[in-house]
């Protein structure tokens, strides 16, 4: 049975602390093991309510995809994303290191109707006055008028993939005022710092910067990177990396800085 996302309710079970449309996301994984669509869960993987007692509005599952992009998911999609990859333990040291817990898609739409999810795509569907956010906040707009990167394959062709990911909500204090190889040093240490394999530490691509910035604001009502950047690897035509952020009023900003620059607005969130 195919499983469609809910509008979010604002409130929860104050004895199960679940709201209905997760309650809903649970039955169709129920449905879906009982019909040998999805697997058992593993010991090492995190349910979903259990992650969501964690992180509190820092969860951004299946409801807040469903409620941002308007994204229904399929049974195959629905397998995929049951177990979250993190051991409790790694979940609450994330927590407390600032990361948000999100799970991305890299389409909207579904069947012959679906589209990969890009940039341009979200430019589209968040085109026009702002509906995401608190309607007494409003910003002008969702993303701030651009057009240099309209051609770019990083807004035209990339996607972010399919699963969870852990991110920090702000850009670390440390990678402020250093260019981008030195910022790369800084995320190494963070890692070793954190007791975490340098090797899953990565910088987000600006499609996952974006996705997961709107996810956010669409979510909580309130804006990440708004006074910062988050610096790419991501690399634009004329060699420059692409860094995303600077979500004030105005809407959400795309540049592209020479690898030598460094700002003091210039930093970078870690991702696993």
Do not use: H
């Not at 079970?13 to 449309?21: H, N, Q, R, V, Y």
């Not at 702002?130 to 906040?137: S, V």
């Not at 974006?210 to 006074?227: I, Q």
């Amino acid at each position: 049975m195919p499983f469609e996302a809910y509008k979010i309710y604002e409130e929860y079970e104050p004895d199960k602390f679940k709201t209905t449309t997760q309650k809903k996301v649970e039955q169709a994984l129920d449905t879906a093991k009982k019909e040998g669509l999805a697997l058992e869960t593993k010991e090492a993987s995190v349910e979903f309510e259990e992650a969501r007692e964690i992180f509190g509005p820092d969860f951004l599952g299946p409801e807040s995809v469903g409620t941002t992009f308007g994204v229904e998911f399929s049974q195959e999609e629905l397998n995929q994303i049951e177990n979250i990859p993190f051991t409790r333990e790694e979940l609450e040291k994330a927590k407390e290191l600032g990361m948000m817990l999100v799970l991305r898609v890299p389409r909207v739409g579904k069947d012959k109707a679906a589209k990969p999810l890009t940039i341009k795509q979200m430019q589209g569907v968040f085109k026009g006055e702002d509906k995401l956010g608190d309607p007494k906040k409003k910003k002008s707009q969702i993303f701030y008028d651009q057009d240099w990167y309209n051609k770019e394959e990083f807004a035209t062709k990339d996607t972010p993939s399919l699963g969870w990911s852990l991110v920090t909500k702000k850009i670390l204090e440390e990678s402020r005022s250093k260019n981008w190889d030195q910022q790369q040093e800084v995320l190494k240490k963070w890692a070793e710092e954190n007791d975490i394999d340098p090797a899953q530490i990565k910088r987000r691509t600006p499609v996952e910067i974006a996705y997961d910035t709107l996810l956010y604001y669409g979510t909580n009502k309130e804006s990440l990177l708004e006074n910062t950047w988050d610096w790419t690897g991501v690399q634009s035509s004329d060699g420059g990396f692409v860094g995303v952020g600077y979500f004030d009023s105005d809407g959400l900003y795309v540049d592209d800085d020479s690898r030598d620059d460094a700002d003091s607005l210039l930093g970078v969130c870690p991702s696993r």
